[in-house]
């Protein structure tokens, strides 16, 4: 039973790893948005997969829907208060942005829970199979991406209130959330070729 679990977890990880790999080139121009898509549909794909090896994966396909909400919350306020502001409501644009702001942060939360309950159901796995080193690097990856989140949070906070520095936490950012990025695909892989063989 055990084996089987591993195994459907194992290829459930490898979609991921994929769609984690893909999502590394939505910055191109012109096919961002495409690329985007295609890296969130094999992601999901994965964590649909990986629910029927444990119940922390399941927890994570939550998280997915959760963030899907405030994704869908966020373009419903866009709209609204496009609206507001196009019928001469001058305070619209600023009460948008603390919205914005708010629900990006949610979906971020919900971003990271949805990566640490891949990581923790996975560590679950590598730890019966005993593959400490493994273990280690999951644990390590989900407190790099706490650290992440953190200052992506911060950065987005400190753009409301220092604009003029836009550039320069964008590029900090990017570069951080990039070695983190590379760090959890890394640890993808070697748990997917570990739960496979």
Known sequence: MSEERYLTAGKALKLIFIGQVIALFVSLPSVGNFISLIAGITILVGIVKARKADALYNRAFIMVLCSLGCSLILSMATVYFSNLYAGGNTGAAETFIIVALVLSVIAAVFGFLQNFFIIKGTTKFLGELQEEALVKHGETTWKLMIVSYGLNILFSILLVFMSNWSGV???????????ITLVYILFLYRSEVRLLA
Request: aromatic share 0%; proline share 0%; glycine share 0%.
């Open 169 to 179: 936490l964008s590029i900090a950012s990017n570069v951080i959330n990039l070695a």
